[in-house]
């Protein structure tokens, strides 16, 4: 098959893009007094504008017809089908199926995967339940105050980006704290936070494999043998993984065992027993809101023309912004401390999965793939990275999401940083010309001479792209449709892209090679390694007992 940059629609946009290229957003809206009417989108409960996006509603009609020129309709169709639309691991990317709450049943490898899917989360309830309860304890009988997740990327990342989302929700009876990075700090500091009698421990991890996370289990694990004894091991600590073999060797008790699906990718996964410790945090409730919120947005996804569909609509947006404009960098930019995690989460999400160099036949592709995403809270943003935004040189695209209402009771507060929001969108789309700048300073009684010498410093070009979606308050079924949202459009873009969003072998990679690197650096020698990585070897040796 041709490249995708041969398609019709590509050259048509390609044509198209050159026309709008040298269009300022001041002129598009002035234009188009209905650009609001034509570029906002009222879907779901959330309002999605694109008006500050530079294109127009041809543009839109020419990327849908790229989209469909990629057959994304039928593609959507197989990934809900669950074909092994994964196809280097041959495995269907089911993370709808755990959200499905229809009853309608849902396919892979040709067997209805939901009578699991219902008895794996009457599971987790009927355990959430029990310690929410005080019916089941620690080894001496306490209830549990703690629970330590002990996972990294996809078995981390989605349940500390909701526990902080819906913090308002956490259960004050029992504190969670998230222990990823392999190099004992966070394990360290848990350990001083909590007490071991009343501490339960979630060992996740899909392979369970991954040397961040056994490690820190296993350092676990000999400080509870070592606090409460052996007996501890079976009633402080349970594991989610699909490695049945590797939770036995461990000592995980049969029935503190969690399942998970070849067919759900890491990231993919807060939607299942991975979301046991997002459970036990916010409590059950707000944890089925969460799987509701998702489902609402997949049945948005396989039902909604694509013209309103607003995972392809984001999608196809990004890749204007990154195929069309050149915008290779993408800031998420929440106005709500609560989603603080929130980029962090999108990161993993979309940089994993799209991050490709070849097309789902193996061979090269022929355009720009997998966006950059980065992002901070909004209005802290504001007072560290906007200057080079507002004024540098690097071509980045916005993100700006807000809910309405208040995640704090401080509605007040929350105003001062939509307004803020609303204004920052505003900078950055019309910026502010030298003739402003000049009649600004003329105001202030500024002379002419230095108002001249001030002026370039003053000016703000604008014409820089971005987004707002506004909703009305940040709740688990809003999140839920939020992640959902950006998890279709990262299956939107691999589709345009024609590239294998469910599989992460440059991830693979750097594991393997951390193999042979590890008693290396034990033993702070490798006399058969490579000179630069013996040189780095030998720095090792002279300062670990400095
Ligand atoms: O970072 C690579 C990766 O494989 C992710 O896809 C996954 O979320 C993470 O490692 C953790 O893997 P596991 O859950 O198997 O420990």
């Given amino acids: 098959m041709a490249g995708r940059t041969q398609l019709p629609t590509w050259r048509a946009l390609e044509t198209h893009a050159a026309e709008l290229r040298g269009r300022h957003l001041r002129e598009l809206f002035a234009d188009d007094a209905g650009r609001f009417g034509r ?72 067997r209805d995967v939901m009578p699991e899917v219902r008895a794996e989360l009457a599971k987790i309830r009927g355990f959430v339940t ?84 056994l490690s820190n289990a296993n350092a676990a694990r000999e400080w509870v043998l070592a ?18 073999e590797a939770m036995d060797r461990y000592g995980i008790a049969p029935d503190a065992r969690y399942t998970m ?18 459970a036990l945090a916010l409590g059950m409730e707000p944890f089925e809101l969460l799987l509701a919120g998702g489902h609402d947005m997949d049945e ?62 193996g061979k090269p592709v022929d355009c720009d793939t997998g966006t950059v995403v980065w992002g901070e809270p909004g209005n802290n943003a504001q007072h560290s990275f906007f200057q080079l935004l507002h004024q540098g040189t690097a071509p980045v695209a916005l993100e700006f999401l807000a809910p309405v209402q208040a995640s704090s009771r401080f509605q007040a507060q929350h105003d001062l940083g939509l307004a803020n929001c609303f204004a920052q969108a505003e900078a950055f789309a019309f910026g502010q010309t030298e003739a402003q700048v000049r009649e600004d300073l003329a105001a202030k009684g500024i002379p002419d001479a230095e108002a001249a010498r001030l002026a370039p410093h003053k000016v703000h070009a604008g014409n820089r792209p971005s987004s707002v979606i506004l909703f009305p308050r940040l709740g688990p079924r809003t999140l839920g449709r939020l992640i ?28 393997k090679l951390a193999g042979p690197m590890a008693p290396a650096v034990e033993r702070a020698a490798w006399p058969d390694g490579p000179p630069h990585v013996r040189g780095l070897l030998e720095a090792v040796r002279q300062w670990r007992h400095d």
């Fill in 484 to 511: 959902a949202w950006y998890e279709h459009k990262v299956y939107v873009q691999s589709v345009v892209w024609d590239i294998n969003p469910f599989d992460q072998w440059g991830v693979e990679l750097g594991k």
């Fill in 39 to 110: 570029l906002a989108f009222r879907e779901l409960d959330f309002l999605y504008d694109c008006t500050r996006q530079r294109l127009t509603p041809r543009t839109l009609e020419l990327l849908t017809a790229l989209a469909r020129e990629c057959r994304l309709e039928a593609r959507i169709a197989a990934l809900y089908a669950g074909e092994p639309v994964n196809h280097t691991e041959h495995r269907a990317a089911l993370h709808m199926a755990l959200r499905n709450r229809s009853e309608r049943p849902m396919f892979a490898g040709g």
């Fill in 227 to 244: 606090e409460l004894g052996e007996a501890a091991i079976a009633r402080h600590f349970v594991a989610v993984s699909t490695n049945h």
């Fill in 300 to 361: 948005h996804f396989r039902s909604t023309p694509l013209e309103r569909n607003l995972p392809v609509l984001m999608g196809l947006v990004g890749i204007w912004n990154q195929n069309f404009l050149g915008l290779e960098s993408h800031a998420v930019l929440p106005y709500d401390r609560r989603l603080h995690r929130f980029p962090a989460y999108l990161q993993q999400l979309e940089m994993e999965s799209n991050g490709k160099s070849v097309t789902r036949d």
């Fill in 261 to 278: 699906w070849d067919w759900v990718g890491g990231r993919y996964s807060l939607w299942s027993a991975v979301g046991l410790s997002i």
């Fill in 130 to 213: 029990g310690v929410h309860e005080g019916r089941i304890t620690g080894v001496r009988g306490g209830r549990f105050t703690d629970v330590v997740n002990i996972g990294i990327g996809g078995s981390d990342l989605g349940i500390v980006m909701a526990t902080e989302a819906l913090g308002r929700y956490r259960n004050r009876g029992l504190r969670l704290h998230c222990v990823s990075n392999i190099d004992g700090v966070e394990l360290a500091e848990v350990m001083e936070r909590v007490d071991p009698a009343t501490t339960l421990f979630v060992i996740c991890s899909k392979t369970f494999t991954t040397l961040e996370t």
